[in-house]
């Protein structure tokens, strides 16, 4: 290794370490109190940043923990989890993952899938563009459903939870149900499957019933929409399919080029 990538990996051994002279042992500077200083300096501003990324990923779970409580995991978790890209909106993705393993947080498990959800909110902000295409929903009525695939939103994702997370995310940020109510479904022990997706520019989220939420699980891994069906048919299709549109959660279908035959 030269003996720049050395200085390179003490600098961030150093940003994400102790602030004391220690940390600093690796680096070829002189004067070690001025050194100290200006370490103390940028871990400062990165620490900042870290709480500034993190809060615009997961307003609701900032909310939840309260402003010293999120600045505090923000730091713990860019000592845990150090941005291995220079784009720190994508910054977060391990989040749910370390607060479900945190002991300080095991009286609020909830609050891991929470997180979950608005990680999904924030993919789904920055998924490619899936442009409407309503027309072609009439190859519908003329092709083989084992030739035919339905094309989802952009950002489409599932996230099954033993409580009600849609309802406290959606009561945070758009007040329906309100916190009251969401309250009340968590100390009811309300399991919800929240349903992520994008209809235009901005992601929403909703309580998807289980049969509809199977079922757009298959669609996402079925080659076809025979195949869904087959997999996770839900009740009424016609009305589901009805609701889907409207909705923005199906905006199209295509004609599968190269189908699988079907025995």
Same mark, same amino acid.
């Given at each position: 290794?030269?003996?720049?990538?050395?200085?390179?990996?003490?600098?961030?051994?150093?940003?994400?370490?102790?602030?004391?002279?220690?940390?600093?042992?690796?680096?070829?500077?002189?004067?070690?109190?001025?050194?100290?200083?200006?370490?103390?300096?940028?871990?400062?501003?990165?620490?900042?940043?870290?709480?500034?990324?993190?809060?615009?990923?997961?307003?609701?779970?900032?909310?939840?923990?309260?402003?010293?409580?999120?600045?505090?995991?923000?730091?713990?978790?860019?000592?845990?989890?150090?941005?291995?890209?220079?784009?720190?909106?994508?910054?977060?993705?391990?989040?749910?993952?370390?607060?479900?393993?945190?002991?300080?947080?095991?009286?609020?498990?909830?609050?891991?899938?929470?997180?979950?959800?608005?990680?999904?909110?924030?993919?789904?902000?920055?998924?490619?563009?899936?442009?409407?295409?309503?027309?072609?929903?009439?190859?519908?009525?003329?092709?083989?459903?084992?030739?035919?695939?339905?094309?989802?939103?952009?950002?489409?994702?599932?996230?099954?939870?033993?409580?009600?997370?849609?309802? $406290?995310?959606?009561?945070?940020?758009?007040?329906?149900?309100?916190?009251?109510?969401?309250?009340?479904?968590?100390?009811?022990?309300?399991?919800?499957?929240?349903?992520?997706?994008?209809?235009?520019?901005?992601?929403?989220?909703?309580?998807?019933?289980?049969?509809?939420?199977?079922? $757009?699980?298959?669609?996402?891994?079925?080659?076809?929409?025979?195949?869904?069906?087959?997999?996770?048919?839900?009740?009424?299709?016609?009305?589901?399919?009805?609701?889907?549109?409207?909705?923005?959660?199906?905006?199209?279908?295509?004609? $599968?080029?190269?189908?699988? $035959?079907?025995?």
């Amino acid at each position: 290794m030269s003996v720049l990538a050395e200085q390179q990996q003490a600098l961030v051994r150093a940003l994400d370490g102790p602030q004391d002279d220690a940390s600093l042992s690796a680096l070829p500077l002189q004067d070690a109190p001025s050194r100290l200083r200006g370490l103390q300096a940028y871990q400062g501003n990165a620490q900042a940043l870290a709480h500034r990324a993190l809060e615009a990923a997961f307003p609701v779970t900032s909310q939840l923990l309260g402003e010293e409580n999120f600045s505090a995991l923000a730091a713990a978790f860019w000592q845990s989890h150090p941005p291995q890209r220079g784009d720190m909106g994508w910054w977060g993705e391990a989040l749910p993952g370390f607060m479900a393993a945190a002991a300080q947080l095991k009286d609020e498990p909830y609050l891991a899938d929470v997180c979950r959800v608005e990680w999904a909110l924030h993919r789904a902000l920055f998924a490619a563009d899936v442009a409407p295409d309503h027309a072609s929903l009439s190859v519908l009525l003329e092709t083989d459903p084992c030739d035919v695939h339905l094309t989802l939103a952009s950002g489409v994702a599932l996230v099954r939870s033993p409580y009600p997370v849609a309802s $406290i995310v959606n009561a945070h940020l758009v007040g329906k149900p309100d916190l009251a109510e969401a309250g009340e479904k968590l100390r009811e022990h309300k399991q919800e499957t929240a349903l992520v997706w994008r209809p235009g520019f901005k992601p929403c989220v909703r309580h998807e019933e289980p049969a509809s939420a199977d079922f $757009i699980a298959a669609l996402q891994a079925a080659p076809s929409l025979a195949a869904a069906l087959e997999m996770a048919a839900p009740p009424e299709f016609a009305q589901w399919l009805s609701q889907a549109v409207q909705t923005g959660l199906v905006v199209g279908a295509r004609v $599968i080029e190269n189908p699988t $035959i079907q025995p």
